[in-house]
């Protein structure tokens, strides 16, 4: 019941609308990504380049997506978000138009490597701090909500993008999308809105007393803006653990993103089944944001995201030993569960740690671990491709990788993550 004392909630909360122009977000800058498997072969023959030279668009994009939430996420912190991911969704439908456009390999680098890149270093980082600030309790399942994008982007841009390279070829396909990712991306930015006190409300919808100021951005925001600075953070043990563990299992994460695709078409499985592939990732990636950022809420973040570098080691063992499409299309689901689940619980992971004040920012310096592994993994696993003719070696490293990032998290007995109560 209403009080004298306190303003009256609204309807629905503000916060769902920031997830879903977070979801909106996120599902562009990534589903633009990783579709790029569907190009894979198409930029092979147009430009006469090997699968390494062609994996490196990628990896560049990759490497700039990650890489630039250590600036993206300090701006937004001080300018806002919205700015930041309206350009970002700018960006990302220029670089696909440029791609379209590209007389050489080089452009497309420029173009896709540099746009995607960007664009998506631009809006992601500060689009998943901002969804951090205006939950407490349901953090985890919010978290996961908003990065759902990704495994939902995963899921339908792959096919489409495939289904228009094969209507009316690579270059179409690229300035369609990239129209549709500036016009969609930036209307949905306009939802985003920095922390829950510019509302006059506190995390989770709680109403700010009247004697507040309904636009401040301290303590009245229920805890949003108090916390680390980012110098603070990277110092401490928890973020250097944290840092280890991402930049580790990434040099394996990306892998399949780039060559599961080439991979079944190599085994004999038709290439509108192959792209399929990415689809299972989609779908189970979309499951573990759901499943895990829920589970984290209850079972502890810290041990979600254990879970998260677990699976993803056991699921790539699947890979190393399928070679039709059943098998394969197993590996790719159960793969997307743990992938989805260890990016939703990151930033909630984070944000438990270290507090809002700097979450952005936080999220950012963090990221660029994941940004040297995008790098250099996908591209790598390329040229190991042109030198012996196979996978298995990636594989086997993208394996090793995940088992050594979820050592370095169990063995951490003293992490400081708080547990939700």
């Known amino acids: 019941m209403q009080t004298g004392s306190a303003l009256p909630p609204p309807r629905i909360f503000y916060g769902w609308f920031v997830v879903a122009a977070a979801f909106t977000v996120t599902l562009i800058g990534f589903g633009s990504a990783y579709s790029f498997s569907a190009f894979v072969a198409p930029l092979q023959q147009e430009f006469a380049a090997s699968r390494g030279s062609v994996s490196l668009v ?39 138009a440029l791609a379209g456009m590209a007389r050489s390999l080089t452009e497309v680098y420029l173009g896709y490597g540099l746009g995607v890149g ?93 004697d507040k100021t309904a636009g401040t951005h301290t303590d009245a925001a229920g805890g949003a803006r108090v916390g680390a600075t980012v110098g603070e953070a990277i110092r401490s043990r928890m973020f250097v653990v944290l840092y280890v563990a ?6 394996g994460v990306f892998v399949p993103f780039v060559h599961l695709v080439p991979y079944a078409m190599d085994q004999g499985v038709p290439k509108s089944a192959a792209v399929l592939l990415l689809g299972a990732i989609g779908v189970g990636s979309t499951a573990g944001r759901f499943v895990l950022g829920g589970l984290a ?50 930033p909630a992971v984070v944000m438990d740690a270290f507090g809002g004040r700097h979450v952005s920012g936080i999220l950012g310096a963090l990221y660029t671990s994941v940004a040297f592994g995008t ?39 003293r992490m400081t993550v708080s547990r939700p109560s």
């Open 246 to 251: 991402c930049v580790i299992s990434s040099f």
């Open 58 to 96: 990628f990896s560049l994009a990759g490497f700039l997506y990650f890489g630039l939430g250590v600036i993206s996420g300090p701006l937004a912190d001080r300018f806002g978000v919205r700015p930041l991911a309206i350009a970002g969704m700018v960006c990302v439908g220029a670089g696909l």
């Open 375 to 413: 790098l250099i993994g996908p591209t790598a696993a390329g040229f190991a491709y042109d030198v012996t003719g196979s996978y298995t070696l990636p594989i086997a490293s993208a394996i090793a990788a995940n088992v050594v990032a979820a050592a370095i998290v169990a063995s951490n007995a």
């Open 118 to 210: 960007i664009g998506a270093g631009l809006s992601y980082v500060p689009v998943l701090g901002t969804v951090q600030r205006w939950f407490l309790k349901r953090r985890g399942f919010a978290s996961g909500l908003a990065v759902s994008g990704i495994g939902v982007g995963t899921l339908i841009m792959p096919p489409i993008a495939a289904a228009l390279v094969e209507l009316y070829g690579w270059r179409t396909a690229y300035l369609t999308l990239g129209a549709a990712a500036a016009c969609v991306g930036v209307g949905m930015s306009l939802l985003l809105v920095d922390d829950p006190g510019s509302r006059g409300l506190r995390p989770d919808g709680d109403p700010i007393p009247s």
């Open 297 to 346: 809420d209850r079972m502890g973040r810290q041990q979600a995201m254990l879970a998260g570098f677990v699976g993803m080691a056991l699921s790539l063992t699947i890979w190393l030993v399928s070679s039709t499409f059943w098998p394969l299309a197993a590996f790719a689901f159960v793969f997307g569960v743990c992938y989805g689940g260890w990016v939703a619980v990151t």
